[in-house]
């Protein structure tokens, strides 16, 4: 066999086509945070599922801290953080659970899995991924006012704009086969339920976004969007895919089709320097655990976090990606020890009862472990999205553990399968500063599986989680 750069030849796919149709939602045309936006996507047609975006127009509202002050609203990094869940149906059968923090899945997958090259490029050009970090400068009525980055319609309020969610973390996004013929499938509806107001971020003119005077508000900055409509790309294939598909299912009893899927699992109320996130979970393939950390007031707005300090020990090794996270999305190592030392703290994943890793492991592992896990481990690999040790202690602190075989494709389930037994998990952590859990942190750990969906003859559907 001839490597491919060094063979010549040609072909040709022919009876190929392709285009791009719009999908208007079947609710009103404006939607704020709650609301519920349902669709359902082109029926016998082969539908690219790469190509599924969310267009909408955002605009904001600004809140008021006591003082009284004016707090402007600004966007989440990433403009899929304003969905809070998505239920998708497959021929009536549910697919997609639609979890009820759709958002922080997605957050915590991102700083593993992505990286700053799309983040900061395609990101920034489509869906929002960085955040204002400051309006120093602005100033109401002076040379310089809102009105330069928010735009003269709402310089009073906020952020608004036209944006696009390209990405998804379930069904929609991460199925094993692109490509995915809905005559065979049947019709598959989507229902979107937008997040609270709670994960905008606010700024005060002439004061950054983590200015402690956004802790006392009197009223909260809200969102609505407009005008929301979904594109997605649908293609006809040579004849000999018919045919292919027709066989198969007169040989084979059924079509699998493999996916990515996460549940989500939260003990609250922690308030020692130790604590233990005991969940259990039946799966036939889990993939890897992540597990983070965060204030159980994260739902209350408040100042966003700096990634990137100009004062402080290592201040000049900063992150150059996102330079500041949501007080929403603010995931910290809660240890008292400096950003570059681990001190005392120590994690471990327990599964039922073996210990991984074999010992209790460190911060500085865990910041090791987060390419290991997203399989990005030499220098040509993109990198992940988390830039500095303050980053990462900070607010983008991800714990992981590994359970399936790397370099395989979804279509292969390599994962633990613990469906059948009675599987027991948990995520122990200690070594925490008290002093910055008693007012009360929350353990969320998301665990990662691929179920199968199986399509059988005459449109009939089923799921084996």
Known sequence: ???????????????????????????????????????????????????????????????????????????????????????????????????????????????????????????????????????????????????????????????????????????????????????????????????????????????????????????????EIKNPYFTIDSCVLP???????????????????????????????????SYSNRFALSSGCINSLHAVQRLDSHNVFGPSTNLAPTTGSRSAIAAFGAGYEGKFFTYKTFKSAPDFQDGTFKYQFNINNVAMPQFLATNKFAMANLPYVNNKLTPRTQGILVQSETAFCQGQAVYTCQLSHPDLSSKVMSGLNSRGINSQFYFKASGLDKTQTSAGISSVVIASTTPQLRISAGRQCSVIW
């Open 1 to 223: 066999m001839l490597p491919e750069n060094v063979d010549f030849g040609a072909e040709v796919l022919s009876n190929y086509s392709r285009n791009t149709f719009r999908i208007e939602p079947n609710s009103s045309t404006t939607a704020t945070s709650g609301r519920i936006i349902q669709i359902t996507l082109p029926e016998n047609s082969i539908l690219d599922m790469k190509s599924l975006r969310m267009f909408m127009n955002v605009t904001t509202t600004k809140g008021v801290a006591t003082g009284p002050h004016d707090v402007l609203a600004l966007l989440p990094a990433n403009i899929e953080s304003l969905i809070s869940s998505i239920e998708v149906y497959v021929n009536g059968v549910q697919v997609a659970q639609g979890s009820n923090e759709y958002n922080t899945i997605c957050k915590v997958i991102k700083l593993g899995a992505y990286n700053n090259d799309a983040q900061l490029s395609s990101g920034v050009l489509v869906n929002h991924a960085k955040m204002v970090g400051s309006l120093k400068g602005y100033t109401a009525g002076g040379a310089s006012t809102p009105a330069d980055i928010f735009g003269q319609d709402l310089s009073g309020n906020g952020e608004n704009g036209d944006v696009c969610i390209d990405n998804w973390c379930n069904f929609l996004g991460t199925t094993a086969t692109r490509f995915i013929p809905t005559d065979v499938l049947g019709s598959i509806t989507i229902k979107i339920t937008l997040a609270s107001d709670a994960v905008l971020s606010g700024a005060i003119l002439d004061k950054d976004t983590d200015d402690p005077s956004l802790n006392s508000m009197v009223t909260n900055p809200t969102y």
């Open 239 to 273: 004849e000999a895919y018919n045919e292919l598909l027709r066989r198969r299912l007169m040989q084979d009893e059924y079509l699998p089709l493999n996916y990515s899927e996460y549940y989500i699992f939260v003990n609250s109320g922690i308030t020692s320097d």
